[in-house]
Structures are given as C-alpha cells and as structure tokens.
C-alpha cells in the first residue's frame, strides 16, 4: 500500500492546474467541443488503467473534472501526483 503524502508534500509537488479538496486532488480541464473532452477523457482512462489507478471523470460540455485520490491509503499519495502530471501532459 502507497503512504499517503504530507500536507508540505503535496502542495510542494501539486502539477499545475490541480488543486486540493480534502483528501483528493481536482482538476477541470477545458476543451472547445464536448468531443475534445470526451477523447481526452477515453485517452485518461487508457492511461489510469496503465497505472491501475482509477480517478473518479465527469464529463460535461466542453469540460471534464478529474478527482484523484488513493482509496486504499485513505488519501494522497505518489500515485496521484503522478497520475496527475500524465494526465496534464495528455491535455497539452
């Protein structure tokens, strides 16, 4: 099981764009179509199956929200962080 990151630890290493909300890192990335979204977010999920960790989508019109979190460690860890910067470098 992954340990879960300090505070210091995580707002030191949070990517860009992300933010914190509670025991999970959240972002809202933005695209000029609902189709945009719905591609990054199949090409997201290609990638959260890579890594075996699987982040909670929602798909909405031009936008799809990612919250990350390690469930079996009861908050943030490596994996999130990680997973996050993948995803970041997917949208561009």
Do not use: C, Q
């Amino acid at each position: 099981m992954s340990e879960t990151l300090t505070d210091e630890e995580i707002a030191d290493r949070l990517p860009g764009g992300w933010s914190r909300d509670g025991d999970e890192i959240v972002r809202t990335f933005e695209f000029d179509s609902y189709l945009e979204g719905v591609g990054f977010a199949a090409g997201a999920g290609g990638l959260a199956e890579e890594a075996f960790h699987h982040p909670s989508m929602t798909v909405e019109w031009r936008e799809v929200e990612v919250r990350l979190t390690t469930h079996d460690a009861g908050g943030i860890t490596d994996k999130d962080i990680d997973l996050a910067e993948r995803f970041n470098e997917l949208a561009g």
